[in-house]
T-cell receptor
Framework: GAVVSQHPSRVICKSGTSVKIECRSLDFQATTMFWYRQFPKQSLMLMATSNEGSKATYEQGVEKDKFLINHASLTLSTLTVTSAHPEDSSFYIC??????????FGPGTRLTVT | AQKITQTQPGMFVQEKEAVTLDCTYDTSDPSYGLFWYKQPSSGEMIFLIYQGSYDQQNATEGRYSLNFQKARKSANLVISASQLGDSAMYFCAMREALFNKFYFGSGTKLNVKP
């Protein structure tokens, strides 16, 4: 199946700084990328949907100015958490749909804000 | 209303026995797909099984089978001959054809006892 990579796998940053998470599709073109956030022992919550070359669509309650999503190419989507706070500490996962029903997930990025 | 409901936050099963994880869903879209994913402590999402809304047969993949009852809107996962390595979080998910989004349930933590 298709491979999606995420970088970094773990990141610790100080409160008030920004962190960029990259999601790459390694062997196919990803026109759509979903970004999820998962708090400990909870489910994956969809944050936003990015489409290559256009603005991301954010789910209700997600601050688009805080979670900047860029999908400038067919192989790279980025999520930048701006002015991070401890409550932003979470597991962030990207995924992209396949040609039929598949959904290819990245391995996730664990963000800790101190 | 919740799109996906998993009512079992935690389950225990004896090694080598079968276990059923419950999932009910809510949609008015006639075309949808139902998925089960396994998430070990590493965080990666591992695809287990898929059932399309128009599929006549219940899906099976090795030790995994999906008990699809369309009229009741349930899609329970059955794991036969449980193994210690099956201990993980299990998420039921649905993808509606109309919106191309994934909705996840709250998850079930399965513990397999030796």
């Amino acid at each position: 199946g298709a491979v999606v990579s995420q970088h970094p796998s773990r990141v610790i940053c100080k409160s008030g700084t920004s962190v960029k998470i990259e999601c790459r599709s390694l062997d196919f073109q990803a026109t759509t990328m979903f970004w999820y956030r998962q708090f400990p022992k909870q489910s994956l919550m969809l944050m936003a949907t990015s489409n290559e070359g256009s603005k991301a669509t954010y789910e209700q309650g997600v601050e688009k100015d805080k979670f900047l999503i860029n999908h400038a190419s067919l192989t790279l989507s980025t999520l930048t958490v701006t002015s991070a706070h401890p409550e932003d500490s979470s597991f962030y996962i990207c995924s992209t749909p396949g040609q039929t029903y598949e959904q290819y997930f990245g391995p996730g990025t664990r963000l800790t804000v101190t | 209303a919740q799109k996906i409901t998993q009512t079992q936050p935690g389950m225990f099963v004896q090694e080598k026995e079968a276990v059923t994880l419950d999932c009910t869903y809510d949609t008015s879209d006639p075309s949808y797909g139902l998925f089960w994913y396994k998430q070990p402590s590493s965080g990666e999402m591992i695809f287990l099984i898929y059932q399309g809304s128009y599929d006549q047969q219940n899906a099976t993949e090795g030790r995994y089978s999906l008990n699809f009852q369309k009229a009741r809107k349930s899609a329970n996962l059955v794991i036969s001959a449980s193994q210690l390595g099956d201990s993980a979080m299990y998420f039921c998910a649905m993808r509606e054809a109309l919106f191309n989004k994934f909705y996840f349930g709250s998850g079930t933590k399965l513990n397999v006892k030796p």
